[in-house]
């Protein structure tokens, strides 16, 4: 049944990925949190994340601009090495709360990024990207935080979903690659990993047909909501 409800919600979590950008690790996180723990749920989502990430560079292959890409990982990559290095040395606890304040907290910063209209240029989405790089290794995705960057630097809808998903691609692999090093992707991690990452593939193709039809309004009503709803869930299971 477990099993069951991780390929339930990673469909669905696919789908809002594939539509606005980001929500997957938001949906599911507090799902795997529940099943397998927070330090296991951590590895777990990022191998689902480059699965996810990769069934979106796929989707929209054509449209990814390069230079932002790269711009963003050569320094986004190191971040999250160091990022997950940091994650390893904290108790379970504390990322059960890191991981629940950091979603409530990114409702008003979201929000507070959208208000200003800055335009980034590359080196300043270099400079980015390491920060967000180091707190993706912490706290599993920055999703609501990349989704305002890229467009400030004036990507939109396939061209933004396209290259967010390269760039987090590149990301979470340099993340799974530590947490290997460090031995904390032992063999049944690897297969949840996978069989959460399949449901996201799905749903990220799934979501193609429909990404033209949301409006920016809706878009950013269902980005609050689920930050706002995923670290409360967190939050309640660190309190238990």
Known sequence: MGYLLVLCVGLLAGMLS???????????????VMLFGPQEAVPIMAIAAIMGNFGKVLAWWREIDWRACGAYCVTAVPGAALGVRTLLALPPHAVEIALGLFFVAMVPTRRWLARRAI?????????????VGFLTGIVVSTGPITVPVFMSYGLVKGAFLATEAAGSLTVYAS??????????????????????????????????????????????????????????????AAGR
């Open 18 to 32: 594939g539509v606005v950008g980001t929500g997957s690790s938001m949906m599911l996180m507090p799902v795997l």
């Open 119 to 131: 335009k980034f240029s590359l080196w300043q989405l270099s400079l980015i990207g390491g920060v």
């Open 175 to 236: 993340k799974v690659a530590v947490f290997n090093h460090f031995g904390a992707l032992p063999l049944h991690v690897v297969i949840d990993g996978l069989i959460t990452g399949s449901a996201l593939m799905v749903g990220s193709f799934a979501a193609r047909a429909i990404v033209v039809r949301m409006s920016p309004a809706t878009f950013k009503l269902v980005v609050d909501g689920l930050m706002l709803s995923s670290g409360l869930s967190l939050l309640w």
